[in-house]
């Protein structure tokens, strides 16, 4: 394992579909008491950057085996159906699994599973060398 890389787990990944949801933290986003998939999202980015809330900008992607990504997919492919299958009309549908398909890891091949290189990323914090 390298300096830059983090190791998660399928439990922890699976702990950031479940509840309790905090409605200060926003985690209960225009749903009508529903969770969001950005809540999710974000609860996973915290897990590999536990200053996710400060990072303003990252260039490259965080990357994953195959495998990791697919489950992870796949937890947010049913997420996404429990919690956001029939939109009222005028409301858009979601994609189920979409926001970690635009949004999610970056997969590499000869990764071990489980474990996320950040090699590929500068991250950029807020406040830091910003210039305007």
């Known amino acids: 394992m390298a300096a830059t890389d983090v190791l998660i787990s399928e439990q922890m990944v699976r702990k950031c579909f479940e509840g309790p949801w905090d ?19 974000r609860r996973i ?54 926001l970690w398909m635009n949004n999610g890891f970056a997969t590499k091949y000869d990764l071990e599973d489980w474990l996320v290189d950040l090699s590929d990323c500068t991250i950029h914090y807020i406040g830091e060398n910003d210039n305007g």
């Open 23 to 41: 409605r200060d933290a926003f985690e209960i986003v225009q749903c009508e008491g529903k969770p969001h998939q950005a809540a999710v999202y």
């Open 45 to 98: 980015m915290l897990r590999v950057f536990p200053r996710y809330d400060q990072i303003k900008s990252i260039d490259g992607w965080p990357a994953v085996s195959k495998k990791t990504n697919s489950v992870i997919c796949q937890h947010f492919i049913l997420f996404d159906q429990a919690y956001h299958r029939h939109p009222k009309p005028g409301e858009l549908k979601t994609m189920a699994g979409g």
